[in-house]
Structure formats: structure tokens, C-alpha cells
């Protein structure tokens, strides 16, 4: 099932259920040079996910995180929400592109089907990422990356994009929702892999941070 749906209907049963005022939206936020900024209105809805995200992952409502790393109080790391890391892109589509078993962190290999790729610049730089589309959930489009953060700031073994195929009439690329695999949290779960193409020579300090 698409991680994003997951979270979405997990998020709907937490907040139905929990009562607590422990989780209050996040309104400003720490910069990477540990200063409060204020937020701006799409700030605000970035953190608004991430709230609804360390509720689930730390207070144990998706079933992720071992027991000894649940918490009531903290939450999962990200980098300071900025807009210049959401960019409009151009997607062109694979014609015929091959189905492949997608190496995971485990022996289980997933079929995706090279679905088409999004260009797209940041700064001086112009960069493309391959889509990958489920072949069990064709709606599905998948985005592992990598990048000159990981293992430094982020997860070393890359993160994560969705897309939906409704998502390509005005495609939109942005690192600030960019999200790791379970596998950061938990060895016990099977992660796809980012291909090599979908290796960018940038960092890109946006989106979720490495959790340990």
C-alpha cells in the first residue's frame, strides 16, 4: 500500500482516538543554526505533517518504531521547512520502460516498471529523477533517491518521494515531505534500494533527517 495512504488513515484513527493536547501543531521551528524562525504559511502546513507524522512513528500507532525508542515528548528529526526545495519539474514519460525486480534491503525484490522521469533544477544545477510504478499498485508512482547528505545529516541508504499518476498534469518536486524508509527505524523491515540513476551529485538538506 502507498506509505503516504498508510499514514493518511493512521493519522485519522490517532487523532479520533487520542484526547491529549501533548501533540499541539508545531508553530515555529529551530534552524539549523539553532535559531526560532517563523514560519510562513506553507512552513506551517510542512510542520503541520510532520506533527501528524512524529505522533504516529513515536507514540507507537503505526507499529514501527521499537518499544524502547517510543516517546511522548520527542519527535523524528528534519531539517529546518524551505521552500526553495519545492520546484516545479517536467515529467516525460518512458515509452515502453522495462519492468525490473528492484533490490531491497532484504532478499525480497518488489516489481517496478520504469515509468518516466522529472526534470527539474535547483540552483545552478539541473537534476532528473526516474518514477517508478508499482506493478501491484499501478497509481502508485515511486521516488527513492539519494544524495550528498546522506549518512551525514540524512539516512545513509537514501529517502523516499510519492507520486500519483494525477500528480503529473502540474508535477511538483518537493524535499520538504522527502521521508525515509522504515529501515531507518527498524532493521526488521525490507526497503527498496534507490537505483543508481536516481543518484543525485547534490545535497539536498530538505525533508526528514537521519533518526539515529
Known amino acids: 500500500m502507498n506509505r503516504l495512504i498508510q499514514l493518511i488513515a493512521i493519522a485519522l484513527v490517532f487523532t ?18 539553532g ?13 503541520r505533517h510532520r506533527d501528524s507524522m512524529s505522533a504516529m512513528f513515536l507514540s507507537g500507532a503505526n507499529g514501527i518504531l521499537p518499544k524502547a525508542d517510543l516517546s511522548p515528548t520527542d519527535r523524528l528529526h528534519f531539517f529546518s521547512p524551505d521552500e526553495a526545495f519545492k520546484v ?6 518512458i515509452k515502453n520502460g522495462e519492468v525490473f525486480e528492484m533490490k531491497t534491503s532484504t532478499d525480497r525484490l518488489p516489481e517496478y516498471k520504469r515509468y518516466g522521469t522529472l526534470h527539474f533544477s535547483l540552483g545552478d544545477a539541473d537534476l532528473a ?12 508512482l515511486f521516488c527513492p533517491f539519494k544524495d550528498l547528505t546522506n549518512s551525514k545529516t540524512s539516512y545513509g541508504a537514501g529517502r523516499y518521494l510519492d507520486f500519483t499518476l494525477e500528480d503529473l498534469a502540474n508535477p511538483i518536486v518537493d524535499f520538504n515531505y522527502a521521508y525515509n524508509p522504515y529501515c531507518a527505524y527498524n532493521k526488521e ?9 536516481n543518484h543525485l551529485q547534490v545535497p539536498i538538506p530538505a525533508g526528514e533527517k537521519k533518526w539515529h
Not at 482516538?17 to 543554526?33: A, H, L, M, N, R
Not at 516545479?88 to 514519460?93: E, G, I, K, L, V
Not at 523491515?189 to 540513476?197: N, V, W
Open 16 to 33: 479520533a482516538c487520542d484526547t491529549s493536547s501533548k501533540w499541539k501543531p508545531t508553530q515555529e521551528v529551530i534552524s539549523e543554526s
Open 35 to 47: 535559531i526560532y524562525v517563523d514560519l510562513s504559511p506553507y512552513g506551517k502546513q510542512v510542520m
Open 88 to 93: 516545479q519539474a517536467t515529467f516525460t514519460p
Open 129 to 140: 529523477l526516474t518514477l517508478y510504478q508499482n506493478v501491484e499498485q499501478p497509481d502508485y
Open 189 to 197: 523491515y525490507s526497503c527498496p534500494i534507490p537505483p543508481r540513476e
